[in-house]
């Protein structure tokens, strides 16, 4: 079952007219207007029975992130649905084809791979300069515009540097397109932009040599060779690849971020200004390198310290995270924890909250994607989260919503807190419920493991009246 649309239906005034592509994470309509005389683009999450929970997660991002942007490097925005109906975003439809196209010709002349690298790191330091670090640059995301500029088309996997970052905050998985994607996003860390240097000479050496400089990785262990296994020098496969060429490829390409290009500006500098390109070693380089400097990084990789997750941006005066039960017959807890929360934030000059809700797993089977009345139940928690905290009176960006699955709660609650340095934790008690002493308190478990301060908040009855206050607090 697909979320949302099909041809011929009109929303928000958007007409849906044809299916142009369907993709790993969203489904794209061509579409119109009546307001709007430009061809459209109509594209919707791809959310069906056994999706990945990321699919949802990462169409959020983008709705979050690509109405932000300007300029002639990301399409333009005419409109962004919301998971309450129909989540999508309507932008303008670019012409033409994506770079994968010029891909199944390569290898390219080296003047034009040049062409092509100064166009796309253009776009790209324009996207830098934007706060945004895009984390899946590969061919089928670039598009050339008839005037010339490059244009990024996908920012599903993108982090935005004023945002929450959701995928960091919920998954800790590497996340991006195996050929392409860099070391530190096989270690999981989303907040190194030069990330994005490593996958624009994936991009070039691809285009330069025709071949994938790690190939197409199958597996975790596959993936994670390019921390220190280095790729043939292109000019190994393709003599007529200028040595400059080489240099700045495999300076791309280095392990460890800090050997790359320091910003996407000294790269662009570089690939438009040849001639300034200080040859090094790499420019003559005809080998792989020998087993003692493979072994040397590999030494070096197992050392590493663990990633340390910044997904949520800490404020002066910390961070919230407010975990609601949204369970049928539960509504006066959540009422309850909701006049909690505003009472606090009220007498906060700055905050940060992040709102979330876990789906519990079954301990045999995984809790079925769709409910009996075809809804998605892990959209259905994110409009039901989001609809409980619409009156805390909280800047949209300074709440973020998390919807999470786990055999248990109290575990995905701690674990949350901690990988995002979390301050204080509110939280509701069932009371004497079957459920809690049958399953055990999830807040008894979060107060005795969290790494912060928990409140509870008790709710003695049911909220009957309004202004009324039901809650203890127990912190």
Known sequence: MEYGVKVGDVVDGFVIEQELHVGGMAIAYTASHPNIDKPLIFKIPKIREGEDATIIVGFEMEMMI????????????????????????????????????????????????????????????????????????????????????????????????ALPDLLEAEFHLPMGTAPYISPEQVRQIRDEPRSDIFSFGVLMYHLATGERPFGVPRSQQALRTRIWRDPVPPRKLQPAIPPFMQEIILRCLEPDPSRRFPSVGRLAFNLHNPDAVRLTARAEKSARDGVPAVFRRWVKSRALPPVEHHALPVTATGLIMVA???????????????????RLTLSMTDVRVACINV???????????????????????????????????????????????NFSPAEAIIEFA??????????????????????????????????????????????????EDPTQIAT
């Not at 290898?107 to 040049?114: A, F, H, I």
């Not at 807890?333 to 505003?342: D, I, N, P």
């Not at 045999?364 to 409009?383: I, K, M, P, W, Y």
């Open 66 to 161: 690509l109405p932000r942007l300007a300029g002639p490097h990301v399409p333009r925005v005419y409109g962004v649905g919301d998971f309450a109906r129909t989540p999508y975003i309507a932008m303008e439809r670019i012409p033409g084809e994506t770079l994968f196209a010029r891909i199944e010709h390569a290898p390219l002349p080296p003047e034009e791979v040049l062409e092509i690298a100064r166009s796309v790191v253009t776009a790209l330091a324009d996207l830098h300069r934007q706060n945004v670090i895009h984390h899946d640059i590969k061919p089928s995301n670039i598009m050339t515009r008839p005037t010339g500029e490059s244009v990024f088309i996908d920012f599903g996997l993108s982090r935005h540097n």
């Open 418 to 467: 901690k990988t995002n340095h979390v301050d204080q934790i509110l939280l509701c008690a069932r009371g004497n419920s079957t459920y809690r002493r049958f399953l055990g308190s999830v807040s008894s478990e979060v107060v005795a493991k969290a790494p912060c301060t928990v409140t509870v908040v008790r709710a003695v009855a049911p909220v009957k009246e309004a202004g």
């Open 359 to 405: 789906i519990r797993l079954s301990g045999v089977f995984q809790t079925a994607s769709f409910d009996e009345e075809g809804r998605n139940v892990h959209v259905q928690r994110l409009v039901e989260l989001k609809n409980w905290a619409r009156t805390l009176d909280i800047e949209e960006d300074k709440l973020s919503y998390h919807v999470l699955e």
């Open 324 to 342: 609601v039960d949204l369970s049928e017959g539960f509504e006066y807890l959540a009422e309850a924890l909701r006049l909690q929360t505003k």
